[in-house]
């Protein structure tokens, strides 16, 4: 594993960034362009209201807002307070915020138009607003939480994933280093605010002095405007799904100048050899929340045959291991080092259960155990499936039992299965709810809500008294 060694934290890059290129672009939305002067003013004088409305180290500012300069500005904001951020999507069924909200005891709401709620204090983006004292410069503390991103839960509850500075720090030097990112390079983000895909793209432009050019998540499942976006702003890197690479392919697009970055789902040979033909490089990257994004990478060759996640990051070690974490030739992968996250917010005994002490690493070190079955091969680790009911739909990771879940809370549903066939959510259900799919899209993400239906008179179980998943595929 390479030791970048001791890393300044976003909060203290940005700030050296913006001092040192106060006057080149650093943010690009739509028709509004900031300078990193102007950005970082901007961040100064939000995180002065933040602060006197009480975000300080220790506390957790959600901040529900579509993805614009303005929502930039607020997460480095929170970050300069020594507070952690927390993303919320408004375009979510207002349940499901109000959910997120309750579960990580927000102390503060960021919010533009009207709140989703008011358990919360608030704090609008939107409007005029006084002016109030600057904060004094003071770093955060490298082990202090950064950011929460919420996953899918296997209990029909999401939880929060804890990721420090140091953790954060770490990714970036460790793409920086493996990736490449100059004071010349465009950084396309096109990943919603609440998929923690956008971390990296979002931060690695703001610290290495290039710029940053924003895209509405639905914007960019628009193949030919995307592809002409990406023209007009000279974009030099992009991270997307294969799964948003094939709506880019599909429209014909081709990048020679494209450092092109891929993760999410399991990349498939066919669209890596089809991808790697028209971009200038191509990189697949593997990593779970909960070790700060990206811990693994391979850089894919013109001809790649077998597809591999290769080796880590700085800052990372990976391990694949059995039931007793003894080293095995496939098996779990296990991920250690700086990246791993703190844990589960308020979950101590499901963070224990994922977040095991680390038997190769330095005393106090965990291992976060991903659920992932891989194999070492020549070129690296080769990703072989889940271990669980934990799937990924278009870069998104959805437990299927919290989809099950939703599913048996509705009237007139006796007993549903949630599984996955290609890119498509599939529910079996037995009972009466012809309304089933509206009114699970009112407490779910859209991409939580089965595409199709399936009617069963009883689910199919296996001699052992479990689900027949087996049987039920075959109905598809």
């Known amino acids: 594993m ?3 060694g001791a890393l300044p934290t976003l909060v203290e890059s940005f700030g050296r960034q913006a001092a040192s290129t106060p006057d080149r672009i650093a943010l690009v939305a739509g028709d509004e362009r900031l300078t990193y002067a102007a950005l970082d003013e901007a961040v100064d004088r939000l995180a002065a209201r933040l602060a006197a409305a009480g975000a300080r180290p220790g506390t957790l500012v959600g901040i529900c807002a579509a993805k614009s300069a303005a929502c930039v500005t607020a997460m480095l904001a929170v970050l300069r307070t020594g507070a952690a951020y927390l993303p919320l999507d408004p375009a979510h069924p207002a349940a499901r915020v109000e959910l997120v909200l309750a579960d990580s005891r927000a102390d503060l709401l960021l919010t533009e138009g009207e709140p989703v709620t008011t358990a919360v204090p608030v704090l609008r983006l939107d409007g005029e607003h006084p002016p109030a004292a600057p904060l004094p410069a003071a770093p955060p503390d490298p082990s202090s939480p950064a950011y929460v991103i919420y996953t899918s839960g296997s209990t ?3 939880k929060g ?7 954060l720090a770490n990714l970036l030097a460790g793409m920086r280093e493996l990736v490449g990112s100059t004071a010349e390079d465009v950084w396309l983000s096109a990943a919603s605010l609440t998929f923690d895909m956008s971390v990296p793209e979002l931060y690695l ?28 702003e000279g974009v030099t890197h992009m991270q997307a799904t294969p799964s948003g690479w094939r709506v880019l392919l599909y429209a014909g697009f081709r990048g020679p100048r494209l450092t092109a970055l891929v993760g999410g789902e399991a990349l498939p040979a066919a669209l890596a050899g089809d991808l790697r033909s028209r971009v200038g490089r191509l990189v697949n990257m593997y990593g779970p929340t909960e070790a700060a994004v990206w811990a693994t990478s391979w850089e894919v060759p013109i001809e790649p045959g077998t597809v591999s996640i290769g080796d880590p990051l700085p800052g990372a070690t990976v391990h694949v291991v059995d039931d007793g974490l003894d080293e095995v030739g496939q098996g779990e992968l296990a991920i250690g080092g700086v990246c791993v996250a703190d844990g589960y917010l308020g979950r101590p005994a499901l963070t224990a259960d994922r977040f095991v002490p680390d038997p190769y690493g330095e005393p106090g070190s965990r291992l976060y155990l991903t659920g992932d079955v891989v194999r070492r091969t020549g070129a690296g680790l080769e990703y072989l ?25 509705l009237p ?4 549903s299965v949630a599984a996955v066939s290609g890119d498509a959510l599939v529910a079996f259900v037995v009972g009466d709810c012809p309304d089933l799919r509206r009114r699970l899209a009112a407490i779910l993400p859209a991409y939580m809500v089965p595409t199709r239906v399936i ?15 087996r049987a039920l595929e075959e109905k598809i």
């Open 205 to 232: 432009p703001l610290v290495t002095g290039g710029r940053l050019v924003l895209v509405d998540p639905r914007t960019a499942l628009l193949g030919k405007r995307l592809a002409a976006l990406i023209e007009r």
């Open 412 to 415: 007139g549903v006796r007993q």
């Open 161 to 167: 994933v804890v990721v420090p500075h140091r953790a």
């Open 385 to 409: 499936r889940r271990a669980d009911t934990q799937v990924k739909l278009r870069g998104y990771r959805v437990e299927l039992g919290e989809v099950e879940a939703a599913m048996d809370g």
């Open 156 to 158: 029909g509850t999401p």
């Open 455 to 469: 009617p069963l008179d009883s689910v199919p179980l296996t001699p052992n008294g479990k689900i027949d998943r």
């Open 2 to 4: 390479p030791v970048l």
